[in-house]
T-cell receptor
Framework: DTEVTQTPKHLVMGMTNKKSLKCEQHMGHRAMYWYKQKAKKPPELMFV???????INESVPSRFSPECPNSSLLNLHLHALQPEDSALYLC???????????FGPGTRLLVL | AQSVTQLDSQVPVFEEAPVELRCNYSSSVSVYLFWYVQYPNQGLQLLLKYLSGSTLVKGINGFEAEFNKSQTSFHLRKPSVHISDTAEYFCAVKNAGGTSYGKLTFGQGTILTVHP
């Protein structure tokens, strides 16, 4: 089983809202990732967690706040987003940071 | 630093025809190579990967790819495509060593459109 689940599938939010994206995997993977994908572009890495610790932050604005409460769960907290943050947000996980990454279906975010 | 170039942004083919999607990479260190497929409004699904060993790698849905170290290429092939193969395909590379800590570098993607 190589399933990564993400909720919600779609999210519409205003620029003053606070919302969270959730990602879950039960494969025992110890590395988890957030990617942002704009239309007609490849995914861009945002954050990497390894053993529940943040190991990579790709200079992401502070209005995006990741959280890894346990080895199966990864959240992305959103606050005061801009319309240009509208995108597909993908979560991925891997056994370890060097291993093959498996992606979830994504959350399509629209910021109004 | 690494980079990935997918030489064709769009590839139209007829059903049951063969297809090749081209991928070249640049890296100063050993790499792992991946092909992912993304169907409309979905996440990425792993098609196949090259980590080491045999340079011909077989994946899901009848796809295969060949790693060519001298030409720094990892082209994806399928001998006979189906309508259901219509999707966007991403080639990706990752350092085989420990310094990049899991960062995947993606190509710009190739949209494969299979016509009846």
């Amino acid at each position: 089983d190589t399933e990564v689940t993400q909720t919600p599938k779609h999210l519409v939010m205003g620029m003053t809202n606070k919302k969270s994206l959730k990602c879950e995997q039960h494969m025992g993977h110890r590395a988890m990732y957030w990617y942002k994908q704009k239309a007609k572009k490849p995914p861009e890495l945002m954050f990497v967690y390894s053993y529940e610790k943040l190991s990579i932050n790709e200079s992401v604005p502070s209005r995006f706040s990741p959280e890894c409460p346990n080895s199966s769960l990864l959240n992305l907290h959103l606050h005061a987003l801009q319309p240009e943050d509208s995108a597909l947000y993908l979560c991925a996980s891997s056994q370890l940071a060097l291993e093959t990454q498996y992606f979830g279906p994504g959350t399509r975010l629209l910021v109004l | 630093a690494q980079s990935v170039t997918q030489l064709d942004s769009q590839v139209p083919v007829f059903e049951e025809a063969p297809v090749e999607l081209r991928c070249n990479y640049s890296s100063s260190v050993s790499v792992y190579l991946f092909w992912y497929v993304q169907y409309p409004n979905q996440g990425l699904q792993l098609l196949l990967k090259y980590l080491s060993g045999s340079t011909l790698v077989k994946g899901i849905n009848g796809f295969e790819a060949e790693f060519n170290k001298s030409q720094t290429s990892f082209h994806l092939r399928k001998p006979s495509v189906h309508i259901s193969d219509t999707a966007e395909y991403f080639c990706a590379v990752k350092n085989a060593g420990g310094t990049s800590y899991g960062k995947l570098t993606f190509g710009q993607g190739t949209i494969l459109t299979v016509h009846p």
